[in-house]
């Protein structure tokens, strides 16, 4: 799989858009980008993911660049409630082995009133 | 209903027990996972089974032995319990082996002393 790089930690206003990074430099043609999230005390939750287009869902919108090196999760309007840890995975859907999500450090996302 | 439960929520037991993590799923779903999230909060892959059979076992040892005794249930079960096992263990579910949108559970937390 493909290694991603996060920023440790970062903060936004609540209300705002929050606009979470992910490097993916290495990601091969097949791979999709994923996003999850964890909440303190819960399992983590699927958010979106995407292949080369932009997706957006009722949680979030996902954009990656052309040449797919980067991705850029956006949360429109930032609440409390998405106070939470964030994880980009950079993985291959079709696995007859089997699915192993392998979860990297991720983004602390603070969301401040 | 919750999707993905697990019992109990949180497991205190001492060095050398023998102790189950049970996980029942109620959304149809061909695949079922169990994660370690360890005390620097990094998430694993323990096992992933499909249809009751096992795919993936990464490397965990043989004190674990998941039991599927169907496709909703994928219980936990550990022997000889030691200070190291000490984490959260997460269930999760997706609707097949291919499939990266994964649904986790709530965590149980099990403590060894």
């Known amino acids: 799989d493909a290694k991603t790089t996060q920023p440790t930690s970062m903060d936004c206003a609540e209300g705002r858009a929050a606009n979470l990074p992910c490097n993916h430099s290495?990601?091969?043609?097949?791979?999709?980008v994923y996003w999850y999230r964890q909440i303190h005390s819960q399992g983590p939750q699927y958010i979106i993911h995407?292949?080369?287009n932009n997706e957006t869902n009722e949680m979030a919108s996902l954009i990656i660049t052309e040449d797919r090196k980067s991705s850029t999760l956006i949360l429109p309007h930032a609440t409390l409630r998405d106070t939470a840890v964030y994880y980009c995975i950079v993985r291959v859907p079709l696995n007859n082995a089997g699915n192993m999500l392998t979860f990297g450090g991720g983004t602390r996302l603070m969301v401040k009133p | 209903d919750t999707a993905v439960s697990q019992t109990p929520k949180y497991l205190v037991t001492q060095m050398g027990n023998d102790k189950s993590i049970k996980c029942e799923q109620n959304l149809g779903h061909d695949t079922m996972y169990w994660y370690k999230q360890d005390s620097k909060k990094f998430l694993k892959i323990m096992f992933s089974?499909?249809?009751?059979?096992?795919?993936i076992n990464e490397t965990v040892p043989n004190r674990f032995s998941p039991k599927s005794p169907d496709k909703a249930h994928l219980n936990l079960h550990i022997n000889s319990l030691e200070l190291g096992d000490s984490a959260v263990y997460f269930c999760a579910t997706s609707s097949g082996p291919g499939r990266n949108e994964q649904f986790f559970g709530p965590g149980t937390r099990l403590t060894v002393l």
């Open positions: 089974y499909n249809n009751k059979e096992l795919i």
């Open positions: 995407g292949l080369k």
């Open positions: 290495t990601i091969s043609g097949n791979e999709y």
